[in-house]
């Protein structure tokens, strides 16, 4: 039944893009091959005649599809040099602008959180929601010591919501890599429980206060950003309460219409901040859209909303920097020999011309102002190049390329002539100089001592286990591959005969 439900959500999901024609749009229309102008044609016999602009239509079929789609959205709505500043800026109302929910439901999520007591006197005074996103909402609270709180609570039944779109997202993965075999190069599978793991964590508030005080002591440090406090005697698993932070966010269209602020330094800032979070400290913001990005009455960044805190070791951190300085030095040969160091780059592929295809790339975009360079252009270009060198998507590293994507977006929204690259030299060459140079190397061979000493420690447990292996019956054969071709293509077929048939019946 489990797979039944999975696929009767995905036609439900293929029904509703095709109602809203957002698959094929007409407007794209003299942009497509022959083949997809013909399908185009054919969905939209069962669009209904969708209304709006395709950004519009898109946003409505997202929403109405729930949390994990919507996710999708504020995704998409972070790439204005990719998909279009019209597109995005009509995505752009899925970040905190949903439908709220009542203020009977929001106070009966206290009283189960609290008990109907204690949460009368935690909570005597709760004011209407000021935002509603796809999981929760936030209520603005005045103390009684003139002070005010920020109270984020769940929507009612997002947990299981959640866990069923999800659930029909991976059979949608599972249903790809069965089918195609080039696309288990981008491991689907993995790239979608890395997702779905994060989104789940999402709903444990509990987990964002403790990402949020964390982020709030690193940026008292680094100094580009200011984090709210969190009231942890008013926190629990579905409801959070953090100080109020006095600004507008920049999903508004007022946020930096005050002719004051520096929307250059406010652009290095965002930048340069999660730079240092990622680079120096190895833990960053992994959900930096506009929604959850408030500029503060003096000009500066405040950021909410810490469900999803990305992490990446110091290994990574070093092939990160070194990935940047790279580029920023043009030194190409260096970047492709990071990434054979790394494992990103298969060691049977040439490292020259791995370095050679890198140069094609950085080459074109050195020396041109920002507006001038076609990100999406570049995307395709690093596209191509991962199936000529057969490189494998690296699930641990999703969280921070979605981020990364995002960061850009966004500090170009704030200034369009944004360069990521300037910005980032700053805090990229001065890590890396203290990385590689004489600190660095000290701190790196006290590490390497230390990961030695912990493995000797493990050797006696090691050896055990490798003489009880000897001992053991040889293994079972191993059983076969858990999505067989021909159920993926039976998956896939079903998908689209569904699909088509719930559109005839909408027309009946």
Do not use: C
């Not at 998409?76 to 203020?103: I, N, W």
């Not at 006197?121 to 996103?133: D, H, I, K, T």
């Not at 009880?468 to 077929?493: M, N």
């Amino acid at each position: 039944m489990g797979a039944v439900s999975d696929y009767l959500r995905l036609m439900r999901a293929g029904t509703s893009l095709a109602r809203h024609d957002v698959i094929l749009p007409a407007e794209y229309k003299a942009r497509l091959p022959l083949p997809a102008r013909v399908a185009g044609g054919v969905l939209r016999l069962f669009s209904g005649g969708a209304r709006g602009r395709p950004g519009e239509r898109l946003a409505r079929a997202l929403e109405k599809l729930g949390p994990a789609y919507i996710k999708l959205g504020q995704f998409l709505a972070t790439r204005p040099d990719v998909f279009g500043s019209e597109v995005t800026s009509d995505l752009s109302r899925l970040k905190d602008k949903l439908p709220p929910f009542s203020e009977k439901a929001a106070r009966a999520a206290l009283t189960e959180e609290f008990g109907a007591e204690e949460a009368a006197r935690l909570f005597p005074v709760l004011g209407p929601p000021v935002a509603a996103a796809s999981l929760a909402q936030v209520h603005r609270m005045d103390m009684p010591d003139a002070s005010q709180r920020a109270v984020k609570i769940l929507r009612p039944g997002i947990e299981g919501q959640l866990m069923r779109e999800l659930s029909a997202m991976k059979r949608a993965a599972r249903t790809i890599e069965g089918v195609s075999v080039e696309s288990r190069r981008l491991k689907p599978i993995a790239f979608t429980e890395t997702i779905a793991a994060a989104m789940m964590r999402e709903t444990d508030l509990r987990l964002e206060a403790g990402g949020a005080d964390e982020m709030r002591v690193l940026s008292e440090t680094s100094g580009y950003f200011q984090i709210p406090k969190v009231d942890w005697d008013r926190t629990g698993r579905r409801v959070l309460t953090t100080d109020w932070v006095d600004g507008i966010p920049l999903t508004h269209p007022d946020a930096l219409a005050n002719p004051a602020i520096d929307r250059v330094a406010l652009a290095n800032d965002i930048t340069r901040g999660f730079l240092t979070h990622a680079i120096e400290h190895g833990v960053f913001h992994a959900d930096m859209h506009e929604g959850n990005i408030i500029v503060t009455p003096e000009g500066k960044i405040a950021l909410v909303d810490f469900g999803i805190i990305g992490r990446i070791s110091l290994m990574e951190r070093r092939f990160l920097a070194e990935i940047l300085w790279g580029f920023l030095r043009r030194d190409y040969m260096r970047i492709a020999e990071v990434h054979f160091e790394a494992g990103y780059v298969p060691a049977s592929q040439s490292v020259g011309d791995f370095a050679q295809a890198l140069r094609s790339i950085g080459e074109p975009v050195h020396g041109k102002p920002a507006e001038d360079v076609s990100m999406g252009r570049v995307i395709l270009q690093l596209f191509d190049y991962t199936q000529t060198f057969g490189m494998a998507m690296r699930p641990e590293l999703v969280l921070l390329q979605k981020t990364m994507v995002q960061v850009e977006g966004v500090a170009r929204a704030i200034d369009p002539g944004h360069n990521i690259w300037n910005a980032s030299e700053p805090v990229v060459g001065a890590w890396v100089r203290r990385s590689f140079g004489p600190e660095g190397a000290a701190r790196l061979i006290s590490t390497s001592l230390r990961d030695v000493t912990n493995r000797l420690k493990r050797l006696p447990e090691v050896m055990d286990r490798f003489e009880a292996s000897l001992d053991a019956p040889p293994p079972a054969p191993p059983p076969r591959e858990r999505f067989a071709p021909w159920w993926g293509w039976f998956g896939l077929v079903t998908i689209l005969a569904l699909v088509a048939y719930a559109a005839v019946l909408s027309l009946a």
